[in-house]
């Protein structure tokens, strides 16, 4: 087993340091910048839905929403279903996708919403990394993320090789065009790598073990990178974290903010959506809570944070999946400290299969 870690103290940890070379794999074969298409092999011609939906649960169902977003601003109507609640959802409509996210294939919540699907009329498609998965031949169009197998029980290394599939996926529905998009998914491994080099987050993370709980706040593309970095904090640390769009705190959660809950946000670009997650920053301020931000420095942010954790300034779609590295580096390290079973969470399994 400690072989299997290659000198790292948790396969987390080792596959967080995997994710420059998975997002490689991920990638490899299949851009062609110049042309500024990309070519998805699995697919012999890639669905053109007219409407989207996404299934999935847990950090998949995170990638999920992120996936969603990028449909929406590609001018495709799309919307993402927590698995296990979609038989309430709204039947998908016409020419409508319904696309099942899973490391594993393997989900039981998300093979049945999948059933569910096909049994409505709507055609399928699963996201995955396991070749051979049930997921996989059950639906009729695959892709792959090729993160290459995952031990941690907490996904790390194939949630932002799930975000990186569903930027191709996106592009390759919407017929290419995207130049930046294209050109700053190319940048992508190298600039996780810098992340991973430089972040302190080990030293913001030992300041805070007694805190009382932890909250995560983003808006946009941020928004499910918040929601994953509160869900990593509770499934290795077993301590409270709430993740929420940044314009709901004042909407209930303010109530629990004091100098003893963190709040860490994020913030990228230099547009609306981080002038007001800025706004909200400086109401916890103002309540003496410590706020840890994660940022591209193009707001300004820095000026009411107590701790910074930067990532390099790139596309918004690119900065989720940096921010994110950070955010996988502060549960880690937190979890380290408070001595935690970080590979193997008490009552957490890798993959789950009832519904
Ligand atoms: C379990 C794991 C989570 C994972 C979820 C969905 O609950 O502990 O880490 O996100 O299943 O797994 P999937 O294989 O469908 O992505």
Redesign the pocket.
Known sequence: EETGKSGYDHYMLKEIHEQPRALRKCLRGRVDELGGTVELDELDEPPRPTAVQFV?????YHAALYGAQLFQDAGIPAQAFLASEYVTSPPPTGDALVVG???????AD?LSALREAKGRGARTLALTNVVGSTVSRECDHVIYIRAGPEIG???SK?FASQLAALNLFALATANGGDRDGLGALRDLPSEVQAVIDDSTAADVAAEYLDADGYFFIGRGLNYPVALEGALKLK?ITYRHAEGFAAGELKHGPLALVTENTPVIAIATGDGELARKTVGNVKEVEARNAPVIAVTDGQSDIERYADHVLPIPETHPRTAAVLANVQLQLFAYHTAARLGRSIDKPRN?????TVE
Not at 56 to 60: Q, V
Not at 101 to 107: A, D, L
Not at 348 to 352: D, E, Y
């Open positions: 999935a649960c847990g950090t998949s996210v899973t490391q594993s294939g393997e989900t998300t029980v907490a996904a194939t499934e957490l399994a890798k993959s789950v």
